[in-house]
T-cell receptor, first 109, second 113 residues
Framework: EDQVTQSPEALRLQEGESSSLNCSYT??????LFWYRQDPGKGPEFLFT???AGEEKEKERLKATLTKKESFLHITAPKPEDSATYLC??????????FGAGTTVTVRA | DAGVTQSPTHLIKTRGQQVTLRCSPK?????VSWYQQALGQGPQFIFQ???????QRGNFPDRFSGHQFPNYSSELNVNALLLGDSALYLC????????????FGQGTRLTVV
């Protein structure tokens, strides 16, 4: 069975304090790894798709990287508006998406 | 361009009742997937519809059923509601069944009492 584990569960940062979120996975035939941002009471918002080990993608203060067993989401110099829950999902060979439980990031001004 | 829209936004039902949730996909998308998200958890895949047929299904009982219409919109039906069915139900649309860059709606918050 495909498994996605995200750590830490919660992260409290001071504005400007860079940090990383981890997503470790076991999946049968990885087709892609997805990162989403979710604000309270709303649906997930697509951030990145990574397809192969070594791939990196950036968007504003966020940078996602992928290895054969895990992915990292780096937040550089975060601002309060970066506060959200960040979800990682893997797509298996059968195209099903399996999500992790997420990391809730709180950035204090 | 309207994104994925879901209705209703909130719903309260009694145990044993039946509920229907609705989803209109993003313009140009032909595939709809449904997810259940319990509080503090990630979304769990329920099923996916493409060309009006259920193409994939997660580990959910037959009480959960769905439908896709010719205009690609979709419904999720849940029969014999249990307290444990209380959750945020999310609809995601994409072009094709490979799930690439799926766009999610705001969700329907279902509370079963």
């Amino acid at each position: 069975e495909d498994q996605v584990t995200q750590s830490p569960e919660a992260l409290r940062l001071q504005e400007g304090e860079s940090s990383s979120l981890n997503c470790s996975y076991t999946v049968s035939g990885l087709r892609g790894l997805f990162w989403y941002r979710q604000d309270p009471g709303k649906g997930p918002e697509f951030l990145f798709t990574l397809y192969s080990a070594g791939e990196e993608k950036e968007k504003e203060r966020l940078k996602a990287t992928l290895t054969k067993k895990e992915s990292f989401l780096h937040i550089t110099a975060p601002k309060p508006e970066d506060s959200a829950t960040y979800l990682c999902a893997v797509q298996a060979a059968d195209y099903k998406l399996s999500f992790g439980a997420g990391t809730t990031v709180t950035v204090r001004a | 361009d309207a994104g994925v829209t879901q209705s209703p936004t909130h719903l309260i039902k009694t145990r044993g009742q039946q509920v229907t949730l609705r989803c209109s996909p993003k313009s140009g998308h032909d595939t709809v997937s449904w997810y259940q998200q319990a509080l503090g958890q990630g979304p769990q895949f329920i099923f996916q519809y493409y060309e009006e047929e259920e193409r994939q299904r997660g580990n959910f009982p037959d009480r959960f059923s769905g439908h896709q219409f010719p205009n690609y919109s979709s419904e999720l039906n849940v029969n014999a509601l249990l307290l444990g069915d209380s959750a945020l139900y999310l609809c995601a649309s994409s072009f094709g069944t490979d799930g690439t860059e799926a766009f999610f709606g705001q969700g329907t918050r279902l509370t079963v009492v």
